[in-house]
Each structure stands twice: as structure tokens, then as C-alpha cells.
């Protein structure tokens, strides 16, 4: 009986285990067919790279991106932690990381998608069609970014001839707002009106004659060349770009598209790009057109840009990039207010800021450069054999100072200057150039560009170094939190042959006042100004009472004034302000601004004392400036 029983459980048992086998066998038929259902060949893609360099995703009326998700995926991320899926060699997987709702994992998906650079052609390409604005922007401003990622600008649809652009400039002119404009707005607009082939600023009427036909210099050139009218034209929209109706009318009467032939078209004109990328950038500061912008193909010029050897395109681009890129810094970068470094995306927050301010006759791409190499004035060095292995430098903040404070953000302020009332590309412009008008624009440019929010140095020359005092006074007396912000933060300044006392050309120039007539500038600077003295009065007080670090260096050598005229422009009892460390050197007014070298007296102690007033510890730095919470959120606006 027993042995029955056993044998009927193990014939039980055998069927079941048979049962369990056949099952297994079939759930895994099951699978390998569906596997074999759902393989994907990549045959197709590899033939379609090779006939067209376009892609389509397919997505439904009611906008479900359900298929374009699934074609981004063609690797299984699963869980994955953002910074490993940074690692990933496939192009959509990046893209999707490019794309992220998370901000932090948005910069790290670019970062990631601009370090690779073994993508063939035609997966570049499909990054680039597959490119949302936001990532666009932020390929164009990663320093590794193949330029291959950007589409060529989109076609014009209206073929330019030289004749018809000159039209169509003048068109757009005559089209801008007429009222609540400045004068130099009106005389640059009358100027461009009357310039070229046509000279028809009479039929336009109005606000556009005020000058007259006394403008003997602007009347109708008929034989001007191409490229000197539509530097007029360009010089005109500038100015027009600084007024926020007349940015979106510029935009809505096809000025983009006209910019962007012109550009094209002068390949070799970096001063017209320059221009051009300077009307941009001023267009940019407005957010509500940056779609426009992108849509023209504005990404792909200002990204080649700012690739460029010329300092002045470089710039402009730079400054046109950083205002529309709102996903890495809320600051707006106004007009004449240029970003030296960083002109790239960092992957770390800037700890503090410097600004440079040149002086009379200077400029944000000249005052800057290195001393030049034929110059006979030696500067006091203390390695006088030691060579620049870097070579010469054509502006030594960008060159020297940004790599030995690569998180610092380094600004310049630009604005014109003359010594004559002949000479002014404006004759109504006198009313805004005396110091205290010149230094309030600056002022509000600045707190818009983010500065004050962080530890600020100041870097002046001559007429640069009265501005700046008078920005910090004036700070520091305003009812407005944010200026007041900018007085408290700044750290440190230092100050190159400025004029605390005046300067001996304006002695000269008054001299001889019946003959070159000389502009508000000069006067400002004479040795006997009471502006000069109150300023100087207040200033030393401010600076005593609250501390602030002062390094200053005066000139001993004599420059050339022409008429047989020599003199030191700046004596020493006049840069020296009676406060912090001063250092007379044997250079002129020229070259005192300008190292020789990075082992010059004049660099490595601008070096040493900037590392002194600026905190290296991050955390220090924020306590010390004050920042709140949410000045922490964007890395280059902290």
C-alpha cells in the first residue's frame, strides 16, 4: 500500500515539475517573440544620415509629446542620478538632460553637451534642430560648444542690392518715433537722413530738419561710399536701440533681418559687425523680444562672434549673448556697459566684481591694452628681464587679470570724450557730459547690471577716477536700498593718475580757449575748479570714515601736447589723494594704465592689492557683502 502511495506522489510530482518546464518554455517563447517584435534596426537612420541632414518628429494636434519623448530615449536611463546620465555618449540622452525642468540639471546637461566633440555631421545637426531656445543659448555661451551646433541664420526673404538696403535704412528711419527722443538721437537720425545717394531728409519734414541745411558736413554726399553711409545708418539705430518703443519698432519694421545683411555682407568690417552687435545687444536687454532675436538667427552670428580676435566684436557679442541669456543671470547690460569676463558660462558662481573706468580721450578697447612695444618709457619692473609669454595684449583685464581671478566678473564702462567743442560727434551732447550727469547714468547702468550685489573694486583713469568718486557719493547718499548697496559693498579702488586737484592740459586749453574752444571735460579738470575741490573734500572723508582700501599711482614723465608743448598732464600733487598707498612712476599720463608686463610695478601691485580687499573664502565673501538668499541662485548674477 505504501509503496503505491510513493509511487503515485512521485508521478504527481514529475508532472508538476513537466508542467512548471513546459510553462518556463513558453513565458520565454512568449518574450523572445515579443523581443523580436519590438527590435529596432538602426539601418534606416544610418541611411537617412547619409541622404538628409534633417529630422522629423512626429507629435499630434493636440500637442502630445509623447513620440518625441520616446525618440529622445534611445537609451534606457531607468533611475539614473542626473550627473551620471551627464556621462552618456548618446546625443539625445544629453539633450533631454539639456531640457530638464530642473535648473541645476539643465546647466549640467549643456555643460555635458558642449565638452563632446566626437559627434559626427549629422547627430551635430540634429542637436541643433532639436534645440530649444534656452539650450541654444546656453551652447552659444559654453567656450567648448562645436560651432557646428548652430544652424546657418534662416534665408532673407528680401534680396538686398546696395541701393535698395540704403532705401530700406532710410525706410526704417524715417519709420522710428519722433518724439520723446534726445537731440543726439535726432542729430545722429538727421545726419543718416542726409548722407548716401538720396539725401531726402526735406521730404521727411519735421523733427528730422531741426539742423538745417547749416550741417554743411552732413549734407548730401552723393559719391559717399556703401560702408560710410551705412555706418551713419548704423550709428543712427544705435542710438534710436537705447530707447525701449523704438527696440520694438525696430523689431517689427524687419530691422533684424536688415541688420543681419549687413553684417553678412561686410565680412571684413569689424567695425560695422561691431555696430551691428552693438545694436543687438542693446535689443537684447528687452526679454520680450528675445524670441525674435533667436527666431532671425542672431544666436549663430553673435556665438561666431564671440569667438572672434577682435576685441571690440568679441565684446559686443559677449554682452549681446549674456542679456539673453536669462536661464544663467538676471542682469541687463545696457549700453556702454561691456563684460570683459566672464564671456562664457562658469561653472561656479563670481565672488565679486571689478569696473573699469577710462579716462578723457579713452575707451573700453584702447585704454586698456598693454604698453605698447615701441613706447621709450621704461616702467619700473621687478624682473626687468622676465618676458610675456602670453604676448602683447590688447586689453590686459581681459588677458591677465581674468586668469588670475578667474571667478571675479570683470566690467568696463565706455563714453565719449573730447577736448574740443569742435570735435564731438554730437554738438547738443554738452549738456550730458559734465561729471555729475555722466556719472548718474553710469550709476543706474551699473546697479542694472547686477553690480552692488556682490564685493565691488573700482579701476579709474584720470577723468575715469573723479567718476567713480562721485558714483560712490552719490551712492551713498541715495534714498534707493540698491544704490546705498553698491557705497557698502565696495571694498576697494584704485586710482590711475587721477586728477583729484585738476590736470595741467586743462591750464593749457584754457589758454588758448579762444582757439580750440575746449569741451566741458577739460573745463571740469581746471587746477582751480570748486567742483574739483568739494568733490575731493567729500570724497577723502567718506573714504576715512569708512575705511575703504586705496591704492593710487601717479606719472613723472612728460607728454607731447603738440605746438612745441611739453608737461606732465597730472602732477603728483594732484593724483595723490591724501589717503592709502601711492606710487609715482617714470611714465606718462598715456602709459600709466598700461603694464608693461605682468611683472611690472603697475600689474603685480593692482594684483596684490586686489587680493587683499577681495575675500578668498566664498562663504566670507557673501557674509561680508551682505547677499541674501536669492542672490545666490544664478551663477554668474550672485
Not at 552719490?474 to 536700498?481: E, H, I, K, L
Not at 579738470?525 to 570748486?530: P, R
Amino acid at each position: 500500500m505504501e509503496n503505491k502511495w510513493f509511487n503515485a506522489r512521485r508521478l504527481g510530482t514529475t508532472a508538476a515539475l513537466t508542467a512548471v518546464v513546459l510553462s518556463g518554455a513558453i513565458v520565454v517563447k512568449a518574450v523572445l517573440a515579443i523581443k523580436d517584435a519590438l527590435k529596432i534596426t538602426t539601418d534606416v537612420f544610418e541611411v537617412e544620415k547619409k541622404q538628409s541632414p534633417y529630422i522629423y518628429i512626429q507629435t499630434d494636434e493636440t500637442g502630445d509629446h509623447s513620440t518625441e519623448r520616446k525618440f529622445y530615449n534611445t537609451e534606457t536611463s531607468g533611475p539614473w542620478f542626473p550627473w551620471l546620465r551627464s556621462r552618456s555618449h548618446d546625443h539625445w540622452t544629453l539633450l533631454k538632460l539639456a531640457q530638464d525642468q530642473d535648473h541645476n540639471v539643465r546647466l549640467m546637461g549643456v555643460r555635458a553637451l558642449a565638452d563632446h566633440h566626437h559627434w559626427d555631421d549629422a547627430e551635430l545637426i540634429e542637436i541643433a534642430q532639436a534645440c530649444d531656445n534656452r539650450t541654444l543659448i546656453g551652447l552659444a555661451r559654453s567656450q567648448s560648444a562645436d560651432l557646428r551646433l548652430f544652424l546657418p541664420p534662416p534665408t532673407l526673404m528680401q534680396a538686398y542690392s546696395e541701393d535698395n538696403m540704403e532705401d530700406s535704412f532710410r525706410h526704417l528711419l524715417s519709420a522710428l518715433p519722433v518724439t520723446d527722443i534726445d537731440k543726439c538721437t535726432s542729430f545722429f537720425t538727421s545726419s543718416a537722413l542726409q548722407e548716401g545717394k538720396g539725401g531726402h531728409v526735406e521730404e521727411r519734414g519735421g523733427l528730422w530738419c531741426f539742423g538745417g541745411n547749416g550741417l554743411a558736413f552732413t549734407q548730401s554726399l552723393s559719391a559717399a561710399p556703401e560702408e560710410k553711409v551705412e555706418l551713419f545708418c548704423l550709428q543712427a539705430l544705435a542710438s534710436h536701440s537705447t530707447f525701449q518703443s523704438h527696440c520694438e519698432e525696430i523689431v517689427k519694421l524687419g530691422g533684424l533681418q536688415l541688420l543681419q545683411h549687413v553684417a553678412t555682407s561686410r565680412p571684413d568690417s569689424c567695425k560695422i559687425q561691431s555696430l551691428v552687435a552693438r545694436i543687438i545687444g542693446n535689443l537684447a536687454v528687452w526679454e520680450h523680444l528675445h524670441s525674435d532675436i533667436i527666431r532671425a538667427g542672431w544666436v549663430t552670428l553673435l556665438a561666431h562672434w564671440l569667438r572672434s580676435h577682435d576685441l571690440s566684436l568679441s565684446v559686443h557679442a559677449a554682452r549681446g549673448l549674456a542679456n539673453i541669456d536669462r536661464d544663467f543671470g538676471r542682469q541687463k547690460y545696457t549700453d556702454n556697459v561691456y563684460l570683459y569676463h566672464p564671456q562664457f558660462r562658469l561653472s561656479e558662481p563670481v565672488c565679486a566684481d571689478i569696473v573699469f573706468v577710462h579716462g578723457l580721450l579713452g575707451g573700453a578697447f584702447k585704454t586698456w591694452r598693454q604698453q605698447d612695444p615701441f613706447v621709450e618709457e621704461e616702467d619700473i619692473s621687478s624682473n626687468a628681464t622676465s618676458s610675456d609669454s602670453d604676448g602683447y595684449s590688447y586689453c590686459w583685464p581681459m588677458d591677465w587679470l581674468a586668469k588670475d581671478f578667474p571667478h571675479i566678473r570683470i566690467l568696463a564702462v565706455d563714453y565719449d570724450t573730447h577736448l574740443s567743442e569742435w570735435a564731438p560727434k554730437c554738438p547738443f551732447e554738452s549738456e550730458k557730459r559734465s561729471i555729475p550727469v555722466r556719472s548718474a547714468d553710469m550709476l543706474n547702468k551699473l546697479v542694472a547690471a547686477g553690480v552692488g550685489r556682490r564685493p565691488v573694486i573700482w579701476v579709474g583713469h584720470s577723468m575715469g577716477g573723479l567718476l567713480i568718486k562721485q558714483i560712490l557719493l552719490s551712492a551713498a547718499n541715495s534714498q534707493d536700498s540698491n544704490l546705498r548697496r553698491l557705497a557698502r559693498n565696495t571694498l576697494g579702488i584704485v586710482f590711475y593718475s587721477v586728477p583729484h586737484k585738476g590736470a595741467a592740459l586743462a591750464a593749457y586749453s584754457t589758454q588758448a580757449k579762444y582757439l580750440i574752444n575746449p569741451s566741458v571735460e577739460v573745463q571740469e579738470l581746471s587746477q582751480d575748479s570748486e567742483f574739483l575741490k568739494t568733490l575731493q573734500a567729500q570724497f577723502k572723508s567718506y573714504m576715512c570714515a569708512r575705511g575703504i582700501p586705496c591704492l593710487s599711482f601717479g606719472e613723472t614723465e612728460k607728454m607731447d601736447l603738440g605746438m612745441n608743448l611739453k608737461a606732465v598732464i597730472v602732477p603728483e600733487e594732484s593724483s595723490d589723494p591724501g589717503f592709502g598707498l601711492y606710487f609715482s612712476l617714470p611714465v606718462n599720463h598715456l602709459n600709466v594704465c598700461k603694464p608693461k608686463n605682468k611683472d611690472s610695478v603697475l600689474y603685480t601691485q593692482t594684483l596684490t592689492f586686489i587680493k587683499q580687499c577681495i575675500p578668498q573664502n566664498r562663504v566670507q565673501n557673501i557674509l561680508q557683502a551682505g547677499l541674501a538668499k536669492e542672490d545666490n541662485i544664478f551663477p554668474d548674477d550672485m
